[in-house]
């Protein structure tokens, strides 16, 4: 659109719905654009909105007043308050293009911040860009404020802004100056000196926006003390960053604790580098990760809640509950898990405990009974098919399974390590050699709950594993191996968004899961309750799986890694918010990049991303009503169109997981094989 027809025609509902925001990170740094709408919402998954370039005009005629604007009632966010002269947003898309590189000292001006100042000084004053041809405009620097809009909407205001402002100052020229307020902008209007100002702001009698009460404070009035001074002195680099007073803070909660102080605690750690540093600019995007990171997990929960949110202790996010009628109305469901449960289905335990008369070894006992007890704990999911195996060997896969926890605990453990990710390399790849089987080795102070006394305790693993048939041995010390080497090439990649693509989210999935089904089939092959057919190729081809000519038998184990890496999307799928939240996210950006609408990955866990508002379910509306009310309002659903994408990735595994259960030969390896699959799908 350009400037000089923009705003024609338009109320205010357009303006939010088509404007597109310049979303940025803490840096400045432009990574994509959003609706006014969304980046506004002050909502539950978004409490302080989305964060977005912005600029503030004081405007000074030639003696030196300011003009002033009251913003008009029909405005979103803060309507009727007192601010400067024209605050608004640099747009994408717009022509002349007003956006503008992240700042430093080399920058000339900001010439897309000016355009946007034009086009917005013409749209809500009626000043044609003729009555600023010889007026002197200087980009003063930055500020980071947030502010939730509560003395419009109350303490559970649904809006706020969360900005970049880029500070303007601009100096008419001597001459006639003349300007029409548009209503639907402007209330009213004011000349004033600086000492008029500050009496005036001093007053309780009207309201002032908390930007500009931000600017004015920190730096307006000492501009104003010599304009000349100002308008020759050099921009500040550094981003002045600025958290709200109590009275513009959300009464829920999500405004309290660290999420208060934020930009403050942000802006002391800053002071303590270079500015134009690497070290600077990492610092400054952790800091973001984490306050994003708060946001997404600490809302008004409890510490028992959080516990009580995922498997192993670790509770980070919230989980996704259903209520009882919802699911008493899936008969089906019911009938099958009741039956699975208590009926003639029900899985019986194949393990059995050797009595202390019967020639068992010294503590294989209570090894085996903390096996049993840790398994149900570490996953309540595979206990079950675990136990109702063979007899033969049901051992065997209950111990592969513990040994790949410890391991898989250990990869998964983002704070232990994190001031040496080089020692959880190590422990990955001297794993299986090293640790497994060596009765006196443990590990504490890795993971949490069960996978962290499963570490502790190691040495019952590793007593029983060393009584097992050797050929048992080792295929769970081969894959192991394997696994830990695949995991340890990952460690030190930036997973923050994602892997890069979709081969290396197929490696990785393989390393992780494709090896164990692998590992599995050859257990039931060598224990002689499956045949060949189970390993070999599907319709799949894997790069890391050997040609089926290639191999003896055709046994290149195609259709064991399809079973592997079909269970292993789905838990990925799943657990997307939790791997972005740890930093250490899978989705391939090959892929989410073709529907975000930024560079983050985390915009998916955003309502304005998933269609909250929309259809029934979308958004919570009883946690947060005031939200519910507007959320709907310029919502997208990218975030589904994504999903389907890695679901449909997901599904095209589906014939060759078929293909793999029609082969099995024995119903506690096929209930093994098929309840998890069909559980995560």
């Not at 100042?117 to 980009?139: C, D, M, N, W």
């Not at 001597?174 to 209330?187: C, R, S």
């Not at 050997?546 to 184990?557: F, K, L, Q, T, W």
């Amino acid at each position: 659109m350009k400037g000089s027809t923009y705003g024609v025609g338009m109320s205010q509902h357009d303006f939010m719905a088509q404007d597109e925001c310049l979303v940025v990170n803490y840096n400045d740094e432009v990574i994509g654009a959003d609706n006014k709408y969304n980046t506004h919402k002050f909502i539950s998954g978004q409490p302080k909105g989305i964060v977005h370039r912005a600029f503030s005009v004081m405007l000074f005629d030639s003696q030196g007043q300011m003009l002033l604007q009251q913003r008009a009632a029909s405005k979103v966010t803060f309507p009727r308050v007192w601010t400067n002269t024209c605050c608004s947003h640099p747009l994408h898309g717009q022509t002349p293009d007003e956006v503008d590189p992240p700042r430093d000292a080399t920058n000339a001006e900001p010439s897309g911040i000016f355009h946007a100042a034009r086009r917005k000084l013409r749209h809500e004053l009626g000043i044609e860009p003729s009555q600023l041809v010889g007026a002197t405009f200087k980009y003063m620097g930055r500020v980071h404020y947030w502010a939730a809009d509560t003395r419009t909407h109350g303490p559970s205001a649904p809006w706020g802004e969360h900005e970049i402002d880029y500070l303007v100052l601009i100096r008419l020229a001597p001459g006639q100056f003349t300007f029409t307020a548009n209503p639907d902008e402007v209330m009213d209007t004011a000349w004033v000196s600086s000492s008029e100002l500050a009496e005036w702001m001093a007053s309780p009698r009207d309201l002032w926006s908390p930007w500009f009460r931000v600017i004015a404070r920190e730096r307006l009035f000492g501009w104003w003390s010599d304009l000349d001074q100002a308008l020759a002195r050099p921009a500040e680099v550094p981003i002045l960053r600025f958290d709200p007073p109590p009275e513009f803070r959300k009464g829920d909660g999500s405004h309290s604790e660290r999420a208060a102080t934020e930009l403050g605690d942000l802006m002391q750690l800053e002071a303590g580098h270079r500015w134009d540093s690497a070290e600077r600019r990492a610092l400054t995007l952790a800091c973001e990760r984490e306050a994003r990171r708060y946001d997404l997990t600490c809302r008004s929960r409890s510490k028992a809640a959080a516990a009580a949110n995922k498997q192993g202790g670790y509770g980070k996010v919230a989980t996704h509950k259903s209520s009882t009628l919802r699911q008493l109305v899936r008969v089906d469901e019911v009938f099958s898990a009741v039956w699975l449960k208590f009926g003639s289905g029900a899985l019986a335990s194949n393990l059995s405990l050797p009595a202390a008369d019967a020639g068992a070894a010294p503590g294989s006992t209570a090894d085996l009974l903390f096996c049993d007890r840790i398994l149900g704990q570490v996953s309540r999911s595979f206990a079950a098919v675990i136990r109702q195996l063979p007899r033969e060997m049901v051992l065997d896969i209950l111990l592969f399974y513990l040994v790949l926890r410890a391991l898989d605990t250990i990869e998964d453990d983002m704070e232990a390590f994190k001031a040496d990710e080089t020692r959880k390399c190590a422990h990955l790849k001297a794993f299986a050699d090293d640790y497994l089987g060596n009765e006196a080795w443990s590990l504490d102070g890795v993971g949490e709950g069960a996978e962290r006394e499963l570490l502790q305790k190691f040495g019952a693993v590793s007593r029983l594993f060393n009584r097992l048939p050797a050929g048992s041995r080792e295929v769970i010390r081969d894959v192991t191996r394997r696994m830990g080497a695949g995991m340890a090439e990952q460690v030190g990649v930036d997973l923050g968004q994602g892997t890069a693509d979709m081969d290396t989210y197929n490696r990785y999935c393989h390393a992780v899961a494709g090896l164990v089904g692998e590992g599995l089939t050859r257990s039931f092959i060598a224990r002689g309750f499956e045949t060949d057919a189970i390993a070999g190729q599907g319709l799949c081809t894997w790069p890391f799986c050997a040609r089926e000519e290639a191999v003896p038998r055709g046994s290149n184990y195609a259709i064991a890694n399809s079973m592997g890496l079909f269970l292993q999307k789905t838990n990925i799928l799943r657990d997307y918010l939790e791997d972005y939240v740890d930093g250490r996210a899978f989705w391939p950006q090959e892929v989410w990049a073709r529907f975000a609408r930024t560079s983050d990955l985390g915009e998916f866990a955003r309502p304005t991303a998933h269609g909250g508002g929309l259809y029934a379910g979308a958004y919570d509306e009883a946690r947060d009503p005031a939200g519910f009310s507007i959320i709907g309002k310029g919502a997208r659903t990218s975030a589904l169109a994504c999903l389907n994408c890695l679901v449909a990735d997901a599904l095209e595994l589906i014939p060759d997981c078929l293909t793999y259960l029609r082969l099995l030969k024995t119903k506690e390896i096929f209930r093994f094989s098929a309840i998890p699959q069909v559980g995560t799908s």
